[in-house]
């Protein structure tokens, strides 16, 4: 088992930055691909970022890429992701996942942990 817990949201307004963390403790961190997905009213939960085990490798969504950086500290077990020139439709409840399988994935239904959410609200 591995237990994920998200911090960092909060209400900022349009054009700001934010970095979010997810502690992880349980399982050895540095086993797990990890990613960051999001979730607003209405909507499915989304894809955001996601970083391999060493952190060597990344991959984001078009809307997001360019503006969010995914990164990890595996000495920390923590995986942050800085969020810049915010948008409203970046508003959301974020989550931070992980993966126990070989390959670095996008799809929600690969991860095995997620952590509670937190808020992000953007203003305009």
């Known amino acids: 088992q591995v237990q994920l817990v998200e911090s960092g949201g909060g209400l900022v307004q349009a054009g700001g930055s934010l970095r979010l963390s997810c502690a992880a403790s349980?399982?050895?961190?540095?086993?797990?691909?990890m990613a960051w997905f999001r979730q607003a009213p209405g909507k499915e939960r989304e894809f955001v970022a996601a970083i391999s085990r060493s952190g060597g490798g990344t991959g984001y969504s078009d809307s997001v890429k360019g503006r969010f950086t995914i990164s990890r500290d595996n000495a920390k077990n923590t995986v942050y992701l800085q969020m810049n020139s915010l948008k409203p439709e970046d508003t959301a409840v974020y989550y931070c996942?992980?993966?126990?399988?070989?390959?670095?994935?996008?799809?929600?239904?690969?991860?095995?942990?997620w952590g509670q959410g937190t808020q992000v609200t953007v203003s305009s």
């Open positions: 996942a992980a993966d126990r399988t070989t390959k670095l994935h996008t799809t929600l239904a690969w991860y095995d942990y």
């Open positions: 349980g399982r050895t961190f540095s086993n797990y691909h």
